[in-house]
């Protein structure tokens, strides 16, 4: 059971360069998210994606966007990567049924971008 | 805006003490409260959920209070062994969102022997 999986697990980019961070859960899940880490600053949410087809945003979307490609991949796309998105990157699911359930996460993606 | 507060600052205690940690929030009344515990270099790990209608929930060494009016949420770790140094996050639904959440910055815990 890999549960959440992200690809890759450490990228190193050029101002300007664009990528697509990878996700994939295999539990079922109605809701997938991605956040960022940075220190001190905890998880913020970038965004959100309650169900197949939607996708909504959170804390800080500002350079990033989504795709929810199906039930269970949650893509995030970096079209011109910025110093100021060098940080940790988690995937995350939840919601079977759309109650209130614990988020699973995945491993994290290290991005440097320089 | 809605906002978390947890104790930035690193609580230290010594093996077999019980740790407490504090998650505040305001400008929200959430449905429920999450706690989760992150080591380093990996992504957090759900540990506890307590509705808003309960008061305390208790999982094995795990104990966790709500006080809604107080907006507030204790984690407490009894009996601590080094085994539970981590960073502990409490999480909350967005408003309106009720799956959506969203995360405090962590208190660091360091159980020395």
């Known amino acids: 059971n890999a549960g959440v999986t992200q690809t890759p697990k450490f990228q190193v980019l050029k101002t300007g360069q664009s990528m697509t961070l990878q996700c994939a859960q295999d539990m079922n899940h109605n809701s997938m998210y991605w956040y960022r880490q940075d220190p001190g600053m905890g998880l913020r949410l970038i965004y959100y994606?309650?169900?197949?087809?939607?996708?909504d945003k959170g804390e800080v979307p500002n350079g990033y966007n989504v795709s929810r490609l199906n039930k269970r991949e949650f893509s995030l796309r970096l079209e011109s990567a910025a110093p100021s998105q060098t940080s940790v990157y988690f995937c995350?699911?939840?919601?079977?049924?759309?109650?209130?359930?614990?988020?699973?996460f995945g491993q994290g993606t290290r991005l440097t971008v320089v | 805006s809605q906002k978390i507060e947890q104790n930035s600052e690193a609580l230290n205690i010594q093996e077999g003490k019980t740790a407490t940690l504090t998650c505040n929030y305001t400008?929200?009344?959430?449905?429920?409260l999450q706690w989760y515990r992150q080591d380093p270099g990996r992504g957090p790990v759900f540990l506890l959920l307590i509705r808003e209608n309960e008061k305390e929930k208790r999982k094995e060494r795990l104990k966790v209070t709500f006080d809604t009016t107080l907006k507030q949420s204790l984690f407490h770790i009894t009996a601590s062994q080094p085994a539970d140094s981590a960073t502990y996050l409490c999480?909350?639904?967005?408003?309106?969102?009720?799956?959506?959440?969203?995360f405090g910055a962590g208190t660091r815990l360091a159980v020395h022997p």
């Open positions: 995350a699911s939840s919601g079977r049924d759309g109650s209130m359930t614990e988020a699973f």
């Open positions: 999480a909350l639904p967005f408003s309106g969102g009720y799956n959506k959440l969203i």
């Open positions: 400008n929200y009344s959430p449905a429920y």
């Open positions: 994606s309650a169900s197949e087809g939607t996708t």
